[in-house]
């Protein structure tokens, strides 16, 4: 039995995700709580990738990363979170964002809008097995199916800074630092 399945059953009223390979700051789950307080049925952080998620849209590695539907797609939300669809999260347009796709790794929500989704509620879409290609991550299925399954809407609050752990903790300016890499400027 899987922890998110244990915690329904322990009679939890909200879930939350915190990556353990990552740097949270230590007032988080204050700043969550008083989201979802004031009314958010989830509230999230983003957290730096951990390489370079190579759309159209991420012109470099190791960005945090946060999606939200363009404004002509709002009302009737598309079955998949294509990037056609999708505006990348960008600081300049506030410190509170709805946001409609984005990572787990720092995420709580409402526990209820799992009783909207069909199980599994966590699975990987494969293209390509042969080359492990997936269409998107788990987790930002899961993001993108509390929205448009179970009509979360997703405050992402870009006031909490997270660093995603490796050799060196990946922050918001780690990337800036292969901008002479060929593979940058293709």
């Given amino acids: 039995m899987d922890g998110v399945e244990r ?7 909200h879930i939350c995700f915190l990556g353990g390979d990552q740097l949270h700051p230590t007032d988080i789950l204050i700043k969550f709580y008083k989201h979802i307080k004031s009314g958010w049925s989830a509230v999230s952080a983003m ?6 998620i190579k759309t159209d849209l991420t ?18 939300p598309p079955a998949t979170p294509k990037t056609e669809y999708l505006d990348l999260v960008k600081r300049e347009d506030g410190d509170y964002q709805e946001i409609h796709v984005i990572g787990t790794g720092a995420l709580m929500f409402n526990a209820k809008l799992l ?3 069909e199980k599994p509620w966590f699975f990987e879409t494969i293209l390509d097995r042969r080359r492990f ?23 992402c609050d ?5 660093a995603h752990m490796d050799i060196f903790p990946i922050t918001e300016d780690y990337g800036d630092r292969f901008e002479d890499w060929p593979v940058w400027k293709s």
Avoid: H, N
């Fill in 158 to 162: 870009l006031t909490i800074d997270i």
């Fill in 47 to 52: 957290v730096p990738c951990r390489g370079w």
């Fill in 7 to 13: 915690a329904m059953e322990w009679g939890a009223t």
């Fill in 115 to 117: 009783l909207s989704l």
């Fill in 59 to 76: 012109p470099k590695p190791f960005m945090k990363i946060a999606y939200k539907l363009k404004p002509e797609y709002q009302k009737e």
């Fill in 133 to 155: 290609e997936r269409a998107y991550t788990m987790d930002s299925t899961f993001s993108w199916r509390l929205v448009r399954e179970a009509g979360a809407r997703i405050l």
